[in-house]
Nanobody, 127 residues
Framework: QVQLVESGGGLVQAGGSLRLSCAAS????????MGWFRQAPGNERKFVAA????????YYADSVKGRFTISRDNANNTMYLQMNSLKPEDTAVYYC????????????????????WGQGTQVTVSS
């Protein structure tokens, strides 16, 4: 089992930055691909970014590429999402997730591949 807790959300003006953290419990964090998803009111949950289990490979949604950076610290069971140049359309609840399978090669971008989810943290970007 993996338990995930997000933090770092808040209210920021357009153009500003936030850093989200995802703290994981359990001994399998370092063997799982981790991802960030977001859900705006009235919209479906969407993929934002993911990082493979070793931290060597990352993948981003086109909407955040060049502005967001995903990283992980396997020694401390933590994942991060650095968000720069924030836009009002980035407003959403952000969720971190851990892939159900371990030591996979392909980074999944669909929610179905992720078996463990945090409770979410609200990010609001004002114009």
């Amino acid at each position: 089992q993996v338990q995930l807790v997000e933090s770092g959300g808040g209210l920021v003006q357009a153009g500003g930055s936030l850093r989200l953290s995802c703290a994981a419990s359990g001994r399998t964090f370092s063997s799982r691909t981790m991802g960030w998803f977001r859900q705006a009111p009235g919209n479906e949950r969407k993929f934002v970014a993911a990082i493979n289990w070793s931290g060597v490979r990352t993948y981003y949604a086109d909407s955040v590429k060049g502005r967001f950076t995903i990283s992980r610290d396997n020694a401390n069971n933590t994942m991060y999402l650095q968000m720069n140049s924030l836009k009002p359309e980035d407003t959403a609840v952000y969720y971190c997730a851990a892939e159900g399978k371990q030591l996979t090669v392909v980074i999944p971008t669909t929610g179905q591949a992720y078996a463990y989810w945090g409770q979410g943290t609200q990010v609001t970007v004002s114009s």
